[in-house]
């Protein structure tokens, strides 16, 4: 989607105030009355940062105000303040000294996209999926109250963040535990209420205040002596209030609710927070605010504005881009609504990913077969099972990094049903600059396990779109994985014609040496193979695999090497050489993929070139093994 950058800064701004407050402590000195010239001149620095390095862009301005405020009335990081995602946390970085940093943000050895313990002290709790601050806030709270800590705890969520299960499970326990904590929604689309202006802010003042806590704390002393009357009153407060701001769910839940408030509000946001820091029990804090504040396109657009990429500077003559391919959820789009004006009974469904895994056509064309869950991944397999359960063959497009979260489901209410669900899963192997949170590290791994489990790889666009029609007309539960951005730019067959299953194909015929290749690395494999004239397999399916096609290159070669990209344990290369030792055969086997450790974001051309998973990599690994065996 095009962008408009003519508004960012290029040069860096002037801050004087933020100069001031590098930390939260320097930031607790300035008076208030700074406090509105100073979100100024975060979101000035905010634009300018950004564009300097690319990443999250919209959630981080709408909560300029949110983030000053907090800093102020807590005592960080004493007082522990968790965000929720991490995409908002840009803003919370600057104020804790990392501003200076910032431009390094998402790149090799820079900061991290997301809270990191490592980081900052400040960062209490690592994040990159989303609706886990409650939990962890609550775990935080329950510790200070066992050590004798006097200290507030603080869950900053979106409102998305908020559709998933996780966080209603622990807002229920919470409420069980009267833990001492704050939890902030961070409603930025109004998507619970637009109820904001004069009167919801004077309510949130009276209502968060020490005198109406003290009378209501007062009245309940009195009336507890009374059968029933407090119960009586309680429910009537909490509908009076319901009537004039939506926290009546909240409050059934157990929260005392104060809201909604203008999140962009700043002597309202100090005198509230304020207010509510002094409560004791389960606090829940509505604040309403705008993804982009400050900056017109990214209020006109919010989704388009979520992230953008790194300004290059201005060149006379800028250097010719490269034609390419689409992307790999492109393909997957487009067959999405071929297969369904094919086929009547298909159903697309995603959690919260439209735009990412580029449902929006079909989500265009066909309404009543869309179904968009929300943050709630575990919902979405099971919703799959059912509609699978009637005869409808559901299509679920997730990442690969989210379907971790429902692998109870994945497994009991789909595999051992041996429903025909078809997993899509985009974003598999290492993603970039978003790092270790959002890598596709182990779907391999997990996936093969699973009995019943159809598991395929492609290695270019063509082979993505076979295969997922392979997928889809299995019998049984599919996945197709595939990585970000775009491939080879092979031509693409417009049929929708399945693989035979289980079978690779020979794409060079060389000597001692046969590559097998699980994927992408397809054409890094090829061009290490014309260096050393090995063989090279694009083996297609990891579920079943080709054993027939496998035995032959045992038979006929001194050394194989798998090749994927997925963490070697348990991974593609492991049901090779289960395969080989089923066969008693000892034929030496090299297994390159993701090593043991969580690689670090960068762009991806550099993190592959760490894995040894480029062409240069593959090669030199080759080489050293050949060396170890003549010297052995």
């Not at 002037?14 to 700074?34: F, I, S």
């Not at 705008?290 to 790194?310: M, V, W």
Request: glycine share 10%; with cysteine; net charge negative.
């Amino acid at each position: 989607m095009p962008k408009t950058f003519h508004e960012i800064p290029r040069e860096r701004p002037v801050t004087p105030l933020l100069d001031r407050a590098a930390t939260p402590g320097e930031l607790r000195r300035l008076g208030e009355a700074e406090l509105v010239t100073l979100a100024n001149e975060l979101r000035q620095f905010l634009l300018y940062s950004v564009g300097q390095s690319g990443g999250h862009f919209g959630a981080g301005l709408g909560v300029i105000e949110l983030t000053i405020a907090l800093h102020y009335v807590f005592d960080t990081p004493w007082d522990r303040l968790v965000w929720d995602v991490g995409h908002q946390a840009y803003p919370h970085k600057i104020l804790t000294g990392r501003r200076e940093r910032m431009t390094s943000l998402r790149q090799k050895d820079g900061l991290a996209a997301f809270p990191r313990r490592s980081e900052s002290e400040y960062d209490t709790f690592g994040v990159g999926h989303s609706s886990t601050s409650i939990s962890a806030a609550l775990g935080m709270a329950l510790a200070a109250r066992l050590k004798g800590e006097k200290r507030k705890s603080v869950a900053v969520i979106g409102d998305g963040a908020m559709t998933a299960g996780m966080a209603f499970e622990a807002l229920n326990h919470a409420s069980d535990t009267k833990a001492d904590m704050l939890v902030v929604l961070n409603d930025n689309d109004m998507s619970i209420s637009n109820n904001v202006g004069g009167l919801s802010n004077y309510l949130a003042k009276i209502l968060s205040s020490r005198t109406y806590a003290s009378m209501r704390e007062g009245s309940k002393k009195v009336l507890s002596r009374l059968p029933g009357a407090w119960e009586i009153a309680r429910k009537t407060e909490e509908h009076a209030k319901g009537m004039l701001v939506p926290g009546t769910l909240f409050e059934e839940l157990g929260w005392n609710y104060i809201g909604p408030i203008d999140g962009h509000d700043l002597p309202t946001l100090l005198a509230t927070l304020r207010n509510m820091r002094d409560l004791e029990g389960p606090q829940f804090l509505h604040v309403v605010t705008k993804k982009g504040k400050g900056f017109a396109p990214a209020e006109l657009d919010p989704i388009g504005y979520h992230a953008i990429t790194k300004l290059e500077p201005p060149s006379d003559n800028p250097a010719p881009k490269k034609p390419s391919g689409p992307k790999y959820s492109n393909v997957f789009g487009r067959w999405l609504c071929d297969m369904a004006e094919q086929d009547a009974r298909l159903v697309g469904i995603t959690p919260a990913m439209k735009e990412g895994s580029d449902l929006v056509s079909f989500a265009e064309r066909y309404p009543t077969r869309y179904f968009d869950v929300a943050i709630a991944e575990q919902h979405a397999v099971t919703l799959a099972a059912g509609l699978a359960c009637e005869g409808m063959k559901p299509v679920v497009a997730i990442y690969s990094t989210f379907l971790q979260r429902a692998y109870d489901q994945l497994i009991h209410d789909v595999a051992v049903q041996d429903l025909d669900v078809l997993f899509a899963i985009d974003r598999a192997g290492l993603v970039g600059e978003d790092g270790p949170t959002h890598a596709g590290s182990f779907d391999i791994s997990y996936l093969r396990c699973i009995p019943g489990m159809l598991v395929m790889t492609p290695s270019d666009e063509n082979e993505l779109r076979q295969m997922l029609t392979t997928g889809y007309l299995h019998k049984g539960p599919a996945a197709v994985r595939y990585p970000r951005g775009s491939g080879p730019n092979a031509p693409i067959d417009s049929s929708l014609q399945p693989l035979p299953i289980g079978k690779g194909v020979l794409r060079r015929q060389g000597q001692r040496v046969a590559l097998l290749v699980f994927g992408v690395q397809l054409a890094a494999a090829l061009q290490a193979a014309e260096a050393l004239d090995a063989s090279v397999v694009d083996m297609r399916f990891v579920k079943p695999l080709d054993e027939a096609l496998l035995l032959e290159m045992a038979a006929s070669h001194s050394l194989l090497v798998s090749i994927e990209e997925n963490t070697i344990m348990g991974g593609a290369g492991s049901a090779v050489g289960e395969c080989l030792a089923a066969h008693g055969l000892a034929v030496p086997l090299l297994q390159l993929g993701l090593p043991d450790y969580y690689v670090e974001h960068a762009r991806p051309e550099e993190m592959l070139a760490e894995c040894g998973l480029d062409a240069a990599g593959i090669q030199q690994a080759i080489e050293r093994r050949l060396a170890d065996s003549r010297t052995a």
